[in-house]
């Protein structure tokens, strides 16, 4: 490796953080920065698809710009000169936004979505589109339309969906950091099989002005990046309320970063008995409660306690997010049912069997059971913590279900069965790595906390890489397949 | 009971929203609301509609982190 490709190489393992300080302290260029993020992408994404499109020009442009700025005195803000990329369901004016899908393949939003616009604002460059499950709708990383993503560590194992590309791009070291979108799972399901860190955010925290739409009542904007200090950075900016989207929340969005402290002296950590540990996996047990006695050993106490209505938030949960894009794709499923993947076809097919009784049902349940929550268990604890997937990662052709896998259907609504009902209750949480299973492929653990206590639960999760590496471990990619690195 | 699950789903699905089974997954995916429904009987009771106005986004800010 020459020197040149191995200071390439090195700036692509630095954090987001990192990255943006060495861009402050006028140690690296935004052009370096950019160019060894597509230098990256040349290199990798062959054996990863992580991207769909990848705006190169344009990304080294804006770069120079950016240095020009900084060389005058001037940083536009937190991110200045970092690139990223995200999942390819962001509007961005006059730019292809195919959602992951053939039915909107040429489509051009007019508009930019708040989320994007607020990261460029802060100095980010968007370097490209991540691939995505079509329409944000499955946990797996199959893509019909634009080849199957694949995981990092294993490209014959699941990268995790629906935002795969940008779990994917991130465990690659592509990019520092990506936002992805969570309507049961799809922020923390690639991060933790793709051994990221990711958090969405209690509903309604970040304005979805210009993202896709799949469920009005769960759609959640995110990011996953390496670390608990780069969500933080990411999600304070992202964050807050939006006039273009009415629904947002106008709590005050705090420093989440200057709020990493990593002190968990006197906190209550909640591990649920029921539910979400059922049927898990002994190497996914085994390196969650490793995970929880790493917090332990940081001064937090544990509490094993029920959760109230889980049988009802499961019942309800499995309703709203299918109904709602039901509704939203019901004109394409007339007019266009041959364009969707047989899986998503499928998939949003049932949803227009679910009488309207039992929706409104659904959402009229939603305030009551989080009241019971936060007074039976938030009363008591302070965070909730779960893994993330009760099981091992899964291969692709295991859960293929438009290759007709046996048993593919269960396969993957099971993936989702711990990230679902956080969805239906409106909490945030992150995913952290903690571990590998014995196929090579990460394992995540996810905290959770009341509404918008996200500042809290993103301590928690930094105050577990202060004493872990998972988080730091990256896949060496290799053309045909990936190699596998530990710490 | 998943076999009869499908084929109302399918007759539902074409009587309200005028939508046929996009593929033959789509059967096996309607069949598997025989769970939801199951999944619905086992909650049938446990919870009330409440009488009084409310909404999910007032519940969130009730139960919501204190800074101290």
Request: glycine share 10%; aromatic share 6%.
């Amino acid at each position: 490796m020459t020197d040149v490709a191995a200071r390439a190489w090195a700036l692509t393992r630095l954090t987001l953080v990192e990255a943006a300080e060495a861009v402050r302290k006028g140690e690296v260029t935004c052009v370096a920065l950019t160019q060894s993020a597509l230098d990256a992408f040349a290199a990798g994404d062959a054996a990863v698809n992580a991207s769909i499109a990848l705006d190169r020009a344009e990304a080294l442009e804006t770069a120079e710009g950016l240095d020009r700025l900084r060389k005058a005195g001037r940083l536009l803000g937190p991110l200045h000169g970092v690139p990223l990329a995200h999942k390819d369901m962001y509007y961005r004016a006059g730019k292809p936004c195919t959602c992951g899908s053939k039915i909107r393949r040429v489509f051009r939003p007019t508009y930019t979505a708040t989320a994007i616009r607020r990261l460029e604002e802060a100095g980010s460059i968007t370097v490209g589109a991540l691939n995505m499950a079509e329409f944000a709708q499955n946990p797996t990383g199959h893509n019909a339309h634009f080849g199957n993503c694949r995981n990092p560590w294993h490209t014959d194992y699941c990268p995790g969906g629906s935002s795969s590309g940008s779990g994917a791009a991130v465990a690659a070291r592509f990019v520092y950091a990506a936002l992805g979108s969570d309507t049961g799972g799809s922020i923390r399901l690639p991060a933790a099989m793709c051994g990221v860190t990711g958090i969405k955010g209690t509903q309604t925290r970040v304005s979805r002005y210009g993202a896709m739409p799949l469920s009005f009542s769960a759609d959640n904007v995110g990011p996953l990046a390496r670390t608990a200090r780069d969500c933080a950075r990411v999600l304070r900016i992202i964050a807050g309320h939006d006039t273009a989207d009415p629904t947002s929340a106008t709590e005050p969005v705090p420093d989440y970063e200057a709020a990493l402290d990593g002190n968990l002296r006197g906190l209550r950590i909640g591990i649920p008995t029921n539910f979400f540990l059922d049927g898990a996996d002994p190497e996914v047990l085994a390196a969650f409660e490793a995970a929880i006695g790493v917090l332990e050993g940081r001064g937090a106490a544990t509490l094993r306690i029920a959760l109230p209505h889980m049988d009802a938030t499961n019942a309800y949960a499995a309703i709203v997010s299918r109904v709602e894009a039901a509704a939203i794709h019901a004109q394409w499923m007339r007019e266009r049912p041959q364009d969707y993947s047989v899986h998503l076809g499928g998939r949003l097919y049932a949803g227009y069997a679910i009488p309207a009784v039992h929706y409104v049902e659904a959402l009229s349940r939603r305030g009551p059971i989080l009241r019971a929550l936060a007074r039976e268990v938030f009363g008591k604890v302070d965070v909730l913590a779960t893994p993330t997937i009760r099981r091992e990662v899964p291969t692709l052709a295991a859960t293929d279900i438009d290759a007709g896998a046996p048993g593919a259907v269960e396969a993957m609504s099971a993936i989702s069965a711990n990230t679902r009902p956080i969805n239906y209750l409106g909490l945030p949480s992150v995913s952290v790595p903690c571990g590998f299973d014995s196929n090579g492929l990460p394992i995540g653990f996810q905290i959770q906390g009341r509404p918008f206590a996200e500042a809290r639960i993103l301590n928690v999760a930094h105050a577990y890489q202060q004493d872990t590496a998972w988080h730091e471990s990256a896949p060496v990619l290799h053309m045909k397949g990936a190699a596998l690195t530990r710490p | 009971m998943s076999d009869d699950v499908g084929r109302l789903a399918e007759e539902q699905a074409k009587l309200w929203s005028g939508i046929a089974p996009p593929n033959a997954a789509a059967g096996e995916f309607a069949s598997g609301l025989a769970a939801v429904i199951a999944g619905l009987e086992r909650v049938r009771g446990d919870l009330l509609f409440e009488d009084e106005p409310s909404s999910f986004e007032a519940a969130l800010q009730e139960t919501k982190e204190r800074t101290p």
